[in-house]
Nanobody, 125 residues
Framework: VQLQASGGGLVQAGGSLRLSCAAS????????MGWFRQAPGKEREFVAA????????YVSDSVKGRFTISRDNAKNMLYLEMNSLKPEDTAVYYC???????????????????WGQGTLVTVSS
């Protein structure tokens, strides 16, 4: 699976952005999909994921209530709707996919085999 993330940009605090991730083939529908982010000088961290078996979403506490992850299997697309953005949300955002990841590894970047190139989100105060 090849992934292409897009939709990043510069936004003021309190604003919104929607990130998109296009997958190259039909294995997308059977994959667990996730969003991670990495701020300068920091490790890559989990943001949100959709578990392949149940479709249930998992969201980190830092973005809960503000970010929503969704997917459109017909279009092989993954989305991250980000509202009420804060300066601390500034980071490069990556989409990720894996066909075999286990639930206990959902929050672990190294457990995902496929990654998009990242899209930069900058939130100004």
């Amino acid at each position: 699976v090849q992934l292409q993330a897009s939709g990043g940009g510069l936004v003021q605090a309190g604003g919104s952005l929607r990130l998109s991730c296009a997958a190259s083939d039909g294995t997308f529908s059977r994959s667990t999909m996730g969003w991670f982010r990495q701020a300068p000088g920091k490790e890559r961290e989990f943001v949100a994921a959709l578990w392949r078996n149940s479709g249930r979403s998992y969201v980190s506490d830092s973005v809960k209530g503000r970010f929503t992850i969704s997917r459109d299997n017909a279009k092989n697309m993954l989305y991250l709707e980000m509202n009420s953005l804060k300066p601390e949300d500034t980071a490069v955002y990556y989409c990720a996919a894996d066909l075999r990841i286990i639930l206990s590894s959902l929050y672990t970047p190294s457990a995902y085999n496929y990654w998009g190139q990242g899209t930069l989100v900058t939130v100004s105060s």
